[in-house]
């Protein structure tokens, strides 16, 4: 059984920064795409950055410019900083991987339970 686990979350005052970081455990063959999605009360779940083993990144169009997301293959982890937070920012913070168990298996998304960021003052 893949586990994610996300740490990092909690209360930031607006202009702030955050550094979330989500671990991957379990039997592991290989993990291709991890990211961040984010849900806040009474929207939809968007995607905010993702990273693929070889590297390539894409952010979001709101987290472009203050947002950076990277990977340690070996620890099979996946971290995102931002800095200047706003408001509109508060959320809850899942973190996802896109992978497979061995050579042979489907690949699968597995998500982590989330962790709350609130942006206020």
């Known amino acids: 059984q893949v586990q994610l686990v996300e740490s990092g979350g909690g209360l930031v005052q607006p202009g702030g920064s955050l550094r979330l970081s989500c671990a991957a455990s379990?039997?592991?063959?290989?993990?291709?795409?991890m990211g961040w999605h984010r849900q806040a009360p009474g929207k939809q779940r968007e995607l905010v950055a993702t990273?693929?083993?070889?590297?390539?990144?894409n952010y979001a169009d709101s987290v472009k410019g203050r947002s950076t997301i990277s990977r340690d293959n070996a620890k099979n982890t996946v971290y995102f900083e931002m800095n200047n937070l706003k408001p509109e920012d508060t959320a809850v913070y899942y973190c996802?991987?896109?992978?497979?168990?061995?050579?042979?298996?489907?690949?699968?998304?597995?998500w982590g339970q989330g962790t709350q960021v609130t942006v206020s003052s």
């Open positions: 990273i693929t083993s070889g590297g390539r990144i």
């Open positions: 379990g039997i592991i063959f290989r993990i291709d795409v």
């Open positions: 996802y991987g896109s992978l497979r168990s061995n050579p042979q298996s489907a690949w699968y998304n597995r």
